[in-house]
């Protein structure tokens, strides 16, 4: 694997590669990114091979690229961004043999002008996690904008735990006709269902006990809607007061539809119910899609 930190230098190496599969990330990786880094391997491109018994030999080569950029733009004022955990050393060693570039750029690398133009994410960003983290779909997206124009993939993969951020990508993707398959990872649970998150490490012993509750609240409501539930309203508020009982504050729990984001008319069946809330001072979010047969 090789460790590219400047984007002259991965354009340069890219400019002969086949297939490019790409997976972004701020680092500090665990299993969530890793499985998405497997994945990418998977995504050659065979829409010019024939058909055949072999389909990796008749797919053209795969270059897996990683990046690992804590992006400024996308924390608020308050927010984590200084303490955000940089573990590049360990990062490259979980990579190795996944990947065949690392592309760690420094933030002068890619913010090398003042940043005055940005990507307006649509409305819906402004809602759900943007509520309570003005601007940080607008910092996202532009980094995300910057790192396509950058890598030039065929494919990108982002976790679904990210649910809204996975939704404005594809929004962005879609409205700006950016050449690039964007797929969607399932998430990746610890043994007791907590989301693998880099943040998890910010818990005290006793928080990460308690942190497997936004799951089993998630599940419990999904349940409920399975079960006939469809005043989501209710669901949702009655959801918000266990976990604030047991000391989580809750930004929100929120039935949406899974393709638009928004609020469910009671016909549709394809929904997701997503929340956000802090144990102590991490802030923990989580989501699960509910499918009505
Ligand atoms: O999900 C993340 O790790 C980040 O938001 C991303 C997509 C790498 C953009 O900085």
């Not at 500090?28 to 829409?47: K, S």
């Not at 993939?153 to 990508?169: N, R, S, T």
Request: aromatic share 6%; net charge neutral.
């Amino acid at each position: 694997m090789m460790q590219i930190n400047t984007i002259a230098a991965l354009r340069a190496h890219l400019a002969q590669a086949g297939t490019v599969a790409f997976v972004p990330t701020m680092g500090n990786l665990h299993e969530g990114h890793i499985d998405l880094v497997r994945q990418a391997r998977g995504h050659a491109d065979c829409t010019k091979g024939r058909q055949s018994a072999n389909r990796q030999a008749d797919c053209g080569a795969v270059t897996v690229v990683v990046s690992i950029f804590v992006n400024p733009l996308q924390f608020g004022p308050a927010e984590d961004f200084d303490k955000y955990p940089r573990t590049l050393d360990a990062d490259c060693a979980k990579l190795e043999g996944l990947a065949d570039v690392v592309f760690v750029p420094a933030v002068n690398e890619m913010y090398a002008r003042q940043q005055t133009v940005f990507v307006e994410p649509p409305p819906i960003a402004d809602e759900l996690c943007g509520a309570a983290r003005p601007g940080h779909f607008r910092g996202m997206a532009t980094v995300v904008l910057k790192l396509l124009n950058t890598v030039q993939p065929q494919v990108a993969l982002f976790g679904k735990k990210d649910y809204q951020q996975l939704h404005i990508i594809r929004q962005m993707v879609a409205q700006m006709n950016l050449p690039v398959r964007i797929i969607g990872g399932e998430t990746v649970r610890a043994a007791d269902g907590l989301a693998l998150s880099s943040r998890n490490q910010y818990l005290s012993a006793r928080e990460r006990e308690e942190a497997v509750f936004l799951q089993q609240t998630l599940d419990k409501v999904r349940l409920e809607i399975l079960g006939g539930a469809r005043d989501y309203a209710k669901v949702e508020a009655d959801a918000a007061s266990v976990l604030t009982k047991r000391g989580w504050q809750v930004e929100y729990v929120s039935v949406r539809d899974q393709e638009s984001l928004g609020i469910p008319a009671v016909s549709d069946r394809m929904l997701v119910v997503l929340a956000a809330a802090r144990l102590g001072a991490t802030r923990l979010i989580d989501n699960l899609e509910v499918e009505l047969v």
